[in-house]
């Protein structure tokens, strides 16, 4: 199996999911006792909060190619960045290695052509919702990307930060999330991706009168999928 290199923390909460879906589809491939080949770097968030914030993503970038560089130093065959957010810098953390980086939306996207959708409605942070780096990469692989209206967006990322990446799991955020959904499916939306990774923890297909795509549990499909090639 090639070492996968994990970079986290942003925010601790869903890198926990990934680490447990790895090992997870691990077993189930593999079987017996077998667990993932992987490295974490967990970076602190506040800091890339903060970064985030005030618009400072170079230097957000920066400390992220760091950690791609210390996880290629231990051993790491291929990179994953754990959150969707932070693949505004992806470019900028993919040149600062030599292992190649598997992107999130590019596996996302390929859930959602392989699922005959188009039309797909995008749940995330405001700068995932409104930012080109990450709606223009899935309109890159053939989809029309709706996202909610400015209030939608607005509820959609506070909750995600003021709630979810503490750990916080609302019932009237649930409803929330779920009133969101339904407007989007009113436009039209075939699907719905949980473009952060940590909707995860409150959204799932029995909110949805649509598909979900949950991206951290896609993106760690493909990573193992991609680690297990060569026992194939």
Same mark, same amino acid.
Request: some cysteine; charged content about 25%.
């Given at each position: 199996m090639r070492t996968l290199g994990l970079i986290g923390g942003m925010s601790w909460e869903s890198t926990a999911e990934?680490? @447990?879906?790895?090992?997870?589809?691990?077993?189930?491939?593999? =079987?017996?006792?077998? #667990?993932?080949?992987? +490295?974490?770097? #967990?970076?602190?968030?506040? *800091?890339?909060?903060?970064?985030?914030?005030?618009?400072?993503?170079?230097?957000?970038?920066?400390?992220?190619a760091g950690a791609a560089r210390s996880l290629e130093a231990a051993g790491a065959e291929l990179l994953l960045i754990c959150t969707n957010t932070m693949h505004r810098v992806a470019d900028q953390v993919a040149a600062a290695a030599s292992v190649p980086l598997l992107h999130l939306a590019d596996a996302t996207a390929g859930a959602v052509r392989s699922a005959g959708l188009r039309r797909i409605g995008l749940l995330g942070t405001a700068f995932t919702m409104e930012q080109d780096f990450y709606r223009g990469r899935l309109e890159a692989n053939g989809l029309d990307v709706v +996202?909610?209206? *400015? *209030?939608? @967006? *607005?509820? +959609?990322?506070?909750?995600?930060?003021?709630?979810?990446?503490? =750990?916080?799991?609302?019932?009237? #955020?649930?409803?929330?999330?779920r009133r969101v959904i339904e407007e989007l499916v009113a436009a039209g939306a075939e699907g719905v991706i949980l473009g952060c990774t940590e909707i995860e923890l409150l959204i799932g297909p029995q909110d949805s009168p649509v598909p979900v795509f949950p991206t951290a549990r896609l993106h760690a499909e493909a990573a193992i999928d991609a680690a297990l090639a060569d026992e194939d």
């Open positions: 990934y680490y @447990r879906r790895l090992n997870e589809l691990t077993r189930e491939r593999l =079987g017996g006792l077998h #667990s993932a080949q992987l +490295v974490l770097y #967990s970076v602190d968030f506040a *800091a890339i909060e903060q970064l985030q914030a005030e618009g400072r993503w170079t230097e957000a970038g920066e400390i992220l +996202v909610p209206d *400015a *209030a939608g @967006r *607005a509820l +959609v990322h506070r909750v995600i930060y003021e709630e979810l990446c503490l =750990g916080i799991v609302r019932e009237e #955020s649930r409803a929330a999330y």
